[in-house]
């Protein structure tokens, strides 16, 4: 049975949210320099460890990544990748999180950063499916000859799970699963939490 | 790890979390087939162009929608999938599926829903076009960064709203 308790837990949320986003977008901003850096070398990492020779690159510039190979003609085939397009549901989920009532108090640390992690291991494995997709359907003869029909497939599969589905529907399941309690609370189906 | 993941799916929070990941998933799935989306998903799109259009008209702009592309004297936007409103809608619809709540009133949160993510969707749409007039400089993180966030934020409240004052308007009474 749903409690009044939830009603002022979710006016005091809807009240805390466009703060919880600016501050959001503050922390995003900050962090997106560093942030792009180890996101590239991840992906670059993850795309060369089965590779003989290793030649997949993921070149951060600026607030994009350049994805190509090392072993191709520097103006063959490299692509401009937008990287704010992969990292921008960190903006949601922080500011999601941040909204709720006291989401660092107990093991809200712990779970924050845990869900953070997973958020960004999903960012690399979009990068990645980018930099093999690019590499599979766009390189001409070079594709054709590295990939079968079925890899091309698989990577253009990832590649869209990744790039739409995982973008936009991680922040609220990561944020359910990490706020089980908080959430369900506060639409009523929980007991409110403690402050 | 394996243990964990059992024991908070056997919760009612972890229930819905998994419902709603596999309901989701599914949605996503049929969408990127090609007849679903030559058939469903591009006229869609176009739908969504033509009601962009149509507002903005009402502020003198003279638009024309060809397939999914919205032109006007001053400025022109492709209209994507990730960009339609679809991606917000399933977001919804799924944790609408997903929750504990009778089927009638899932039905009306959907309809209601779509309606809402619809006039939203449009708002978007019109605001990232005169972005392009005036401030084209700011369009992509304005498209991306700015939009995409609030869309799935707008989602989220959108289902929270819908979860306490109409899923459990019943079992409130």
Request: hydrophobic fraction near 55%; charge should be positive; proline fraction near 6%.
């Amino acid at each position: 049975m749903p409690s009044r308790a939830p009603a002022a837990e979710m006016r005091t949320f809807l009240r805390r949210l466009p703060l919880a986003l600016a501050g959001a977008v503050v922390l995003w901003a900050l962090a997106r320099p560093i942030y792009t850096r180890a996101l590239c070398a991840t992906a670059q990492f993850l795309a060369r460890v089965a590779e003989v020779p290793p030649a997949s690159a993921v070149v951060p510039q600026g607030s994009d990544a350049l994805l190509g190979r090392t072993d191709m003609r520097a103006d063959s085939g490299w692509l401009k990748f937008p990287l704010t397009q992969i990292h921008f549901n960190f903006v949601p989920f922080l500011a999601l999180a941040l909204a709720l009532p006291h989401p660092l108090a107990g093991r809200g640390w712990r779970r924050l950063l845990a869900a953070l992690a997973i958020l960004a291991a999903a960012h690399s494995l979009a990068l990645l499916f980018q930099l093999k997709f690019l590499e599979a359907f766009s390189m001409g003869p070079w594709s054709q000859a590295n990939y079968s029909d079925l890899a091309r497939n698989v990577y253009g599969s990832l590649r869209y799970f990744f790039d739409i589905p995982v973008t936009f529907a991680l922040p609220l399941l990561l944020w359910i699963g990490t706020y089980p309690q908080q959430v369900f609370a506060l639409v009523g189906l929980g007991s409110p939490v403690r402050r | 790890m394996v243990t964990a993941l059992k024991a908070f799916l056997a919760t009612p929070a972890g229930r819905f979390v998994g419902i709603y990941a596999l309901v989701l998933s599914l949605s996503f799935l049929v969408l990127a087939l090609r007849p679903v989306n030559d058939q469903i998903v591009n006229p869609y799109t176009t739908l969504v162009a033509h009601e962009a259009r149509l507002v903005l008209n009402l502020f003198g702009e003279r638009a024309t929608v060809s397939k999914q592309v919205l032109s006007s004297p001053r400025f022109s936007v492709a209209i994507f999938n990730g960009c339609n409103g679809l991606e917000a809608i399933l977001i919804f619809v799924s944790g609408v599926v997903a929750f504990p709540a009778p089927w009638r009133r899932k039905v009306a949160g959907i309809v209601l829903g779509f309606l809402a993510i619809q006039v939203f969707n449009v708002v978007r749409v019109v605001s990232l076009f005169y972005v392009g007039i005036f401030r084209p400089q700011w369009f992509s993180v304005s498209h991306i960064f700015v939009w995409q966030s609030l869309v799935i934020v707008f989602s989220v409240v959108l289902w929270l709203g819908w979860v306490r004052t109409y899923a459990l308007a019943g079992a409130r009474r």
